[in-house]
């Protein structure tokens, strides 16, 4: 079963307010049991329960509850899970839980029918002092269990450090920490008071995967190889302006921080979102600056431009990476040419769809009598009009949010552009990809610390 084929809510199975936690698991067991005989029938036996993973979701609002359920409900629509979805209120006071159980049922092709359960749970006071014991009763045995954390995770705090001892892994997305700069601190003192079996799995990291790859493939070449000890200079661009809104680009320079051994030696902000930092490589000093650039249509913090620039073994090189390059617009001339913009990022392009529109007009001008006698049913030369119109839209649509335009410069040569679209970003999709290739990531923790170092002397 696809996103597209679930049903719009699922369905409701068992509700109780002011529940006891023997209570749900109780309902849990025989809402099981029904399924298991109710799909076995009488001629066979009931099949055993297939479950590859219990998958803790804790949220603040409606909202989010409703975005976790879904994001849940297409995973398990993949991936036969457990969830508990524990939604808290810090204002409310006393020890009453309300719960509810639904499900999902998916029926592949070539195998037998399972049950996905959801289990919602609507707790009062802050959900770290429930997780532990709310979610302990409920974990299936032999699977890993992760603990998706909207908003800011309590990090410090005794009782989240008790939650995660029984959870395999703590999912986070750094882009939705409420006090950025203060909670990246946070994050980054897990990687060392963390048990050693948790893992850390952070959403915004995911979506900086398309960067992190075409920095990569830059180098990729034997004959590039050279160029990552002669890297002088890189400058990042991202959306907004505030020490919070730095995560993405600290998290890029501490990737590649990390992984080429550069030493931070100082860093300084100024007004604008302009910050300087200083390294030393074991070849020579790097450079890294960045800049708050004005882009209406990205969210603040999110990453608009890298480049990277330096020299090696007499031959310089530059990398840039943008994203939603700007593109040059019609004028106000309506003649034909000026609806067909050029000089913008992507000559090549551009160059054939004038051509090919050039041809289109050429046909349209032999045809014409045929044409209007066509669509009109009138003798051929009779009202028709003088000149005719040719509106020619732009070939991409406005909203470009998905694509990264590569601008290569190797000493002498011609630069070389590449244009790629990047997948959606989808919280589903960035959710099952980090769980299915594992949350024990070393070059995301050795990152995590460089970068969280970086904010911490801006």
Same mark, same amino acid.
């Given at each position: 079963?696809?996103?597209?084929?679930?049903?719009?809510?699922?369905?409701?199975?068992?509700?109780?307010?002011?529940?006891?936690?023997?209570?749900?698991?109780?309902?849990?067991?025989? !809402?099981?049991?029904?399924?298991?005989?109710?799909?076995?029938?009488?001629?066979?036996?009931?099949?055993?329960?297939? $479950?590859?993973?219990?998958?803790?979701?804790?949220?603040?609002?409606?909202?989010?509850?409703?975005? /976790?359920?879904?994001? $849940?409900?297409?995973?398990?629509?993949?991936?036969?899970?457990?969830?508990?979805?524990?939604?808290?209120?810090?204002?409310?006071?006393?020890?009453?839980?309300?719960?509810?159980?639904?499900?999902?049922?998916?029926?592949?092709?070539?195998? $037998?029918?399972?049950? $996905?359960?959801?289990?919602?749970?609507?707790?009062?006071?802050? /959900?770290?002092?429930?997780?532990?014991?709310?979610?302990?009763?409920?974990?299936?045995?032999?699977?890993?269990?992760?603990?998706?954390?909207?908003?800011?995770?309590?990090?410090?705090?005794?009782?989240?450090?008790?939650?995660?001892?029984?959870?395999?892994?703590?999912?986070?997305?750094?882009?939705?920490?409420?006090?950025?700069?203060?909670?990246?601190?946070?994050?980054?003192?897990?990687?060392?008071?963390?048990?050693?079996?948790?893992?850390?799995?952070?959403?915004?990291?995911?979506?900086?995967?398309?960067?992190?790859?075409?920095?990569?493939?830059?180098?990729?070449?034997?004959?590039?190889?050279?160029?990552?000890?002669?890297?002088?200079?890189?400058?990042?661009?991202?959306?907004?302006?505030?020490?919070?809104?730095?995560?993405?680009?600290?998290?890029?320079?501490?990737?590649?921080?990390?992984?080429?051994?550069?030493?931070?030696?100082?860093?300084?902000?100024?007004?604008?979102?302009?910050?300087?930092?200083?390294?030393?490589?074991?070849?020579?000093?790097?450079?890294?600056?960045?800049?708050?650039?004005?882009?209406?249509?990205?969210?603040?913090?999110?990453?608009?431009?890298?480049?990277?620039?330096?020299?090696?073994?007499?031959?310089?090189?530059?990398?840039?990476?943008?994203?939603?390059?700007?593109?040059?617009?019609?004028?106000?001339?309506?003649?034909?040419?000026?609806?067909?913009?050029?000089?913008?990022? *992507?000559?090549?392009?551009?160059?054939?769809?004038?051509?090919?529109?050039?041809?289109?007009?050429?046909?349209?001008?032999?045809?014409?009598?045929?044409?209007?006698?066509?669509?009109?049913?009138?003798?051929?030369?009779?009202?028709?009009?003088?000149?005719?119109?040719?509106?020619?839209?732009?070939?991409?649509?406005? *909203?470009?949010?998905?694509?990264?335009?590569? !601008?290569?410069?190797?000493?002498?040569?011609?630069?070389?552009?590449?244009?790629?679209?990047?997948?959606?970003?989808?919280?589903?999709?960035?959710?099952?990809? %980090?769980?299915?290739?594992?949350?024990?990531?070393?070059?995301?923790?050795?990152?995590?610390?460089?970068?969280?170092? %970086?904010?911490?002397?801006?």
């Amino acid at each position: 079963m696809s996103a597209a084929a679930l049903d719009p809510e699922p369905k409701l199975v068992w509700r109780r307010e002011g529940a006891k936690m023997a209570e749900v698991v109780e309902a849990l067991a025989q !809402v099981r049991a029904e399924f298991a005989r109710a799909e076995a029938g009488d001629e066979e036996h009931a099949h055993p329960r297939n $479950c590859v993973m219990t998958l803790v979701a804790v949220t603040s609002s409606q909202a989010e509850e409703r975005r /976790a359920q879904r994001t $849940c409900r297409i995973i398990g629509a993949h991936h036969p899970a457990q969830a508990i979805l524990i939604r808290e209120d810090p204002g409310a006071h006393g020890r009453s839980v309300d719960a509810w159980i639904v499900t999902d049922v998916m029926r592949p092709a070539m195998s $037998c029918a399972v049950e $996905c359960e959801i289990v919602t749970l609507h707790v009062p006071g802050a /959900a770290a002092e429930h997780v532990a014991a709310l979610v302990d009763p409920l974990l299936v045995s032999g699977v890993p269990t992760y603990l998706w954390w909207h908003g800011t995770p309590p990090f410090g705090r005794s009782e989240l450090h008790e939650a995660l001892r029984i959870c395999d892994a703590l999912v986070f997305d750094s882009a939705r920490f409420e006090e950025p700069y203060h909670a990246f601190h946070g994050l980054s003192k897990m990687v060392t008071l963390a048990h050693h079996r948790l893992g850390l799995g952070d959403l915004q990291w995911s979506r900086l995967r398309p960067w992190r790859e075409t920095v990569a493939q830059f180098f990729m070449p034997r004959d590039r190889r050279s160029f990552l000890d002669g890297i002088t200079e890189v400058g990042i661009d991202y959306a907004g302006q505030g020490r919070g809104n730095r995560i993405a680009a600290a998290l890029t320079t501490g990737w590649m921080a990390s992984a080429l051994g550069w030493k931070l030696q100082r860093a300084t902000a100024g007004p604008g979102g302009v910050v300087a930092a200083h390294y030393a490589a074991p070849s020579r000093p790097v450079e890294v600056h960045f800049r708050s650039v004005p882009k209406d249509h990205l969210a603040s913090g999110e990453l608009s431009a890298v480049r990277i620039a330096g020299a090696s073994q007499g031959t310089t090189f530059r990398l840039t990476v943008m994203r939603d390059p700007d593109r040059s617009r019609p004028t106000s001339d309506t003649g034909y040419r000026s609806l067909l913009p050029s000089g913008g990022e *992507d000559d090549a392009g551009i160059e054939l769809t004038k051509r090919r529109a050039e041809r289109h007009r050429d046909v349209l001008q032999d045809n014409l009598e045929s044409l209007h006698h066509t669509s009109t049913g009138v003798p051929p030369g009779e009202s028709r009009p003088k000149q005719p119109v040719v509106i020619t839209h732009e070939r991409r649509r406005p *909203d470009t949010t998905q694509v990264l335009l590569t !601008v290569l410069e190797i000493g002498d040569s011609a630069p070389l552009r590449h244009v790629q679209q990047v997948a959606p970003e989808d919280e589903a999709t960035l959710l099952l990809d %980090l769980l299915a290739t594992g949350t024990h990531d070393k070059v995301f923790n050795r990152t995590l610390q460089a970068a969280s170092e %970086l904010i911490r002397r801006m």
